[in-house]
């Protein structure tokens, strides 16, 4: 199906993100270091990121590099942080997903967001 890049710094989220997605025949890749994220993205068919913004890297930054380069990548925040929803910032991501142990919000958006 597609082809997802996951980025977060949380091993536990990565995994989470491969096992709630897998299964339904997208394939995942994961990465947490900022030149193995650029690299991916800019020397593969990627068909869509969910980024985490609070990072080591800043997801601020990487938000806005995926949309000048690659602007019809779609590209969901997933985070911790609900009301960064609403920081302008955020606003030119695709999808906004809190992260929750509940897998429903974050398969409906991919789903939503691939169609």
């Given at each position: 199906?597609?082809?997802?890049?996951?980025?977060?710094?949380?091993?536990?989220?990565?995994?989470?993100?491969?096992?709630?997605?897998?299964?339904?025949?997208?394939?995942?890749?994961?990465?947490?270091?900022?030149?193995?994220?650029?690299?991916?993205?800019?020397?593969?068919?990627?068909?869509?990121?969910?980024?985490?913004?609070?990072?080591?890297?800043?997801?601020?930054?990487?938000?806005?590099?995926?949309?000048?380069f690659r602007?019809?990548?779609?590209?969901?925040?997933?985070?911790?942080?609900?009301?960064?929803?609403?920081?302008?910032?955020?606003?030119?991501?695709?999808?906004?997903?809190?992260?929750?142990?509940?897998?429903?919000?974050?398969?409906?958006?991919?789903?939503?967001?691939?169609?």
């Amino acid at each position: 199906m597609a082809r997802i890049l996951a980025v977060d710094d949380e091993p536990a989220w990565l995994d989470f993100a491969k096992e709630c997605l897998e299964p339904l025949g997208h394939e995942v890749e994961t990465v947490q270091d900022e030149r193995e994220i650029r690299r991916k993205v800019d020397g593969k068919d990627i068909d869509l990121v969910i980024l985490d913004i609070q990072m080591p890297v800043n997801g601020r930054l990487l938000l806005g590099y995926l949309k000048r380069f690659r602007p019809s990548l779609p590209v969901l925040v997933y985070s911790a942080y609900g009301m960064k929803r609403f920081d302008p910032d955020f606003q030119i991501a695709d999808s906004f997903v809190v992260k929750s142990p509940d897998p429903d919000e974050l398969v409906r958006s991919v789903e939503e967001l691939l169609v």
